[in-house]
């Protein structure tokens, strides 16, 4: 099936400082991808709706100016925690829908963020 | 919000079938039921999908009641590596539409 590369897989920052998750679309192309955040023994949350090409779509109560996304392509899509916090540690999995197929979403392996 | 609800976690004897239910009374016509799961740490795995038929793929099998307001997913032999958080998510085929994912089942294949 199709492939959506996330990457780093973890990284570990200090507050204060930004950190930029990238996902990659490898065999197909995505006009949307989607971001969730995962806390521990929780599912996952929605965060923001990525658009090629135009502004991303935030849900309610999370800050886009702390949470960039840019959609600069149509298999790339980026995810920037600015000012990191440690409240921000989590697990961070982009998602990318395939325009043939079976319309499914397939998933990025995940970022693993710890902020210290 | 998911339009889906899932009972919060199943155990499974190995090499027996996992039923996984989920109910999503408020589906539309033009949704699809999604089942994918999440192994710890990991992004979400697709699994199966169906409209109104039954399907099986050499993944599962989804059985979609005739109202279409409830489905299970069928794992026929459970193996450990079963083991994960499964989640049903109802879509709309080729819409991009956001999409929410419910609390999931944690299915646990025990030995």
């Known amino acids: 099936g199709a492939v959506v590369s996330q990457h780093p897989s973890r990284v570990i920052c200090k507050s204060g400082t930004s950190v930029k998750i990238e996902c990659r679309s490898l065999?197909?192309?995505?006009?949307?991808m989607f971001w969730y955040r995962q806390f521990p023994k929780q599912s996952l949350m929605l965060m923001a709706t990525?658009?090629?090409?135009?502004?991303?779509?935030?849900e309610q109560g999370v800050e886009k100016d702390k949470f960039l996304i840019n959609h600069a392509s149509l298999t790339l899509s980026t995810l920037t925690v600015t000012s990191a916090h440690p409240e921000d540690s989590s697990f961070y999995i982009c998602?990318?829908?395939?325009?043939?197929?079976?319309?499914?979403?397939?998933f990025g392996q995940g970022t693993r963020l710890t902020v210290v | 919000d998911a339009k889906t609800t899932q009972p919060p976690s199943m155990d499974c004897a190995e090499g027996r079938a996992a039923n996984l239910p989920c109910n999503h009374s408020?589906?539309?016509?033009?949704?699809?039921v999604y089942w994918y799961r999440q192994i710890h740490s990991q992004g979400p795995q697709y699994i199966i999908h169906?409209?109104?038929n039954n399907e099986t793929n050499e993944m599962a099998s989804l059985i979609i009641t005739e109202d279409r307001k409830s489905s299970t997913l069928i794992l026929p032999h459970a193996t450990l590596r079963d083991t994960a958080v499964y989640y049903c998510i109802v879509l709309q085929l080729y819409n991009f539409n956001k999409f929410y994912f419910g609390s999931g089942t944690k299915l646990n294949v025990k030995p």
């Open positions: 990525s658009n090629e090409g135009s502004k991303a779509t935030y």
């Open positions: 065999d197909f192309q995505a006009t949307t």
């Open positions: 169906g409209l109104k």
């Open positions: 998602s990318a829908r395939a325009l043939t197929g079976g319309g499914e979403a397939f």
């Open positions: 408020t589906i539309s016509g033009n949704e699809y």
